[in-house]
């Protein structure tokens, strides 16, 4: 089953605006990572906030945890057209394996609308 | 630059006829790994290296194998590939974190399989 589920599925905004994403888990985890996917393009990695912490900045994007309620957003602001792919949260439970490895929410599709 | 490449970006198959993905990094991470990702959901690993220790996930199929002959390249074989095995095929590599840290992620674009 999933470890991350996401919310909205689908976003359609202008450009200029904010996108604010939502990511909620099931169990402890050690970190918690955003990654982007254009459309036929492999993922690649935005920003990881460790679970000790409660927001973290990255140019545009902005991300918050909240471990007691398990759930985590990511905030792009004024939005460009270039933002348009899918957006997925990926969770590492405390107790996975010797490689850590993610599981994978099952992603917001943004667009961005010129 | 340092990065993942998964060859080739596309390959059509016949139904029942063995496939090999391949991707290759040089990143010199430890750790690769290979995901099933079908259209609008979730990447699903399939399995991961950590080095030439292959951890295999519990639902992944038995058509499913994988070979990594040294730290740069990796292999993904589908033995007898039905029609539900198309889908796009994602390669990843991440230095094992120490202390149980979770290190992020380094994608190549995919190989999207399409079986005849």
């Known amino acids: 089953s999933q470890q991350g589920e996401e919310d909205p599925q689908a976003l359609s905004i202008q450009e200029g605006e904010n996108a604010t994403m939502n990511c909620s888990y099931k169990?402890?985890?050690?970190?918690l990572q955003w990654y982007r996917q254009n459309s036929g393009r492999g993922l690649v990695h935005l920003i990881l906030?460790?679970?000790?912490?409660r927001e973290k900045h990255s140019g545009r994007l902005r991300v918050t945890l909240d471990t007691s309620k398990k759930s985590s957003s990511l905030l792009i602001t004024a939005s460009r057209a270039a933002d348009t792919a899918s957006y997925f949260c990926?969770?590492?439970?405390?107790?996975?394996?010797?490689?850590?490895?993610?599981?994978f929410g099952s992603g917001t599709q943004l667009t961005v609308l010129p | 630059d340092a990065m993942v490449i998964q060859n080739p970006r596309y390959q059509v198959t016949q139904f029942g006829k063995p496939v090999t993905l391949s991707c290759s990094q040089t990143?010199?991470?430890?750790?690769m790994y290979w995901y099933q990702q079908k259209s609008s959901q979730a990447p699903k690993l399939l399995f991961h290296?950590?080095?030439?220790?292959?951890?295999n996930e519990a639902d992944t199929p038995d058509n499913f194998q994988s070979r990594r002959p040294n730290t740069s390249f990796c292999f993904l074989d589908i033995r007898s590939p039905g029609l539900g095995d198309a889908a796009m095929y994602l390669c990843?590599?991440?230095?094992?974190?120490?202390?149980?840290?979770?290190?992020?992620?380094?994608f190549g674009d995919g190989t999207r399989l399409s079986i005849l």
């Open positions: 290296y950590y080095d030439k220790d292959f951890n």
């Open positions: 990926a969770t590492a439970p405390l107790s996975s394996g010797s490689a850590r490895q993610l599981t």
């Open positions: 169990t402890s985890i050690n970190n």
């Open positions: 990843a590599t991440s230095m094992r974190g120490g202390r149980g840290f979770v290190q992020p992620q380094h």
């Open positions: 990143l010199n991470h430890n750790v």
């Open positions: 906030i460790r679970s000790n912490e």
